[in-house]
Every structure is written in structure tokens, then in C-alpha cells.
């Protein structure tokens, strides 16, 4: 005959003390990571949107100079510059077009040495001598923020707006 006998198994019922500690140490530092990133993306979203705040106040405060001059002295040749090689809008011709750079502080210039953007004003004349439209376009020089590390597109704001002789 066969013996039985009992065979003692310790049975568990829980974690170990180290278990836990282990787990709850790499919890945290998935956390950590994760926190790092929204620390990040929240440096690149805020220095994109004040790059962007400010290329829309500098295209805005151009244009306002411009629709004030009377319909006669909105040129090129009304304290705008005509450098129109040097003018790269998105679309359309170059003709007609003045570049002037600004700082930070909005400080007009007329070199890109220290400046953060650049304002290209195109203005022009339908033929017929009635019609005109004014397109201002700014961009930002830097897109990237090297001092936290965020790189981004440079963002640029585009006005346009149409004056008749009237």
C-alpha cells in the first residue's frame, strides 16, 4: 500500500515589503518622464504663441500705419523701401515690396543683424487707379528657443487689405 503524506506548501498572500518598493520606484519614474515631457511641451507652446502673438501685433501695427496715409501716398516710395529682391512672400509677386526687420521689442531696423522678424509690405495697384491691396507679412527669423531646448516652426501672420480711391 501507498503511504500518503501531506506535502506543506507555504502559500502567499500578498506582496513582499520589496516587491512593493520595486514597483512603486518604477511608477515614479514613469511619472517623472512624463511629467519632463509636459514640462517641455509647455516651454514650446509658450515660446510659439508669444512668437506668434507678436508677428500678428507687428503686421497689424504696420498695416494700421499704412490704410492711414491717404490713398495717393500709399506706395513704395511713402517711407517704405523698395528692396524687392530681397522680398520672399509665400505667394505672388515681388514687385512693389519693402522688407524691414523688428526686434523683440519692436524696434524697426533696417538690417537682420539682432532682429527677431521680418516684415515684408507689398502694396499694389489694380491698373485702373482706384483699387489697391496692401499685403503685410511677418515672420519670425528663429524658430527654435535654443534655451530650452524646444525647436519649432517660426510662425508667421499674413494681412491683407484693399483701399479704393474713394
Request: overall charge positive; aromatic content about 8%; hydrophobic content about 35%.
Amino acid at each position: 500500500m501507498m503511504r500518503m503524506t501531506k506535502i506543506r506548501r507555504s502559500r502567499q498572500n500578498g506582496f513582499t515589503l520589496l516587491e512593493v518598493v520595486f514597483a512603486i520606484s518604477i511608477f515614479f519614474v514613469g511619472i517623472s518622464g512624463l511629467m519632463l515631457l509636459g514640462a517641455v511641451s509647455l516651454a514650446r507652446t509658450n515660446g510659439q504663441g508669444n512668437q506668434a502673438t507678436k508677428t500678428a501685433e507687428y503686421a497689424q501695427d504696420q498695416m494700421e500705419q499704412i490704410l492711414s496715409l491717404t490713398y495717393t501716398s500709399t506706395s513704395v516710395d511713402s517711407g517704405l523701401t523698395d528692396n524687392s529682391a530681397t522680398c520672399d512672400f509665400t505667394a505672388g509677386p515681388t514687385s512693389g515690396c519693402s522688407v524691414d526687420y523688428v526686434t523683440f521689442t519692436g524696434t524697426k531696423q533696417s538690417s537682420a543683424v539682432g532682429a527677431q522678424y521680418i516684415r515684408q509690405v507689398r502694396v499694389q495697384d489694380d491698373g485702373s487707379g482706384n483699387f489697391k491691396t496692401i499685403t503685410v507679412q511677418v515672420k519670425a527669423l528663429y524658430g527654435a528657443d535654443y534655451s530650452r531646448g524646444a525647436a519649432f516652426l517660426a510662425p508667421m501672420t499674413t494681412l491683407s487689405a484693399q483701399m479704393t480711391k474713394n
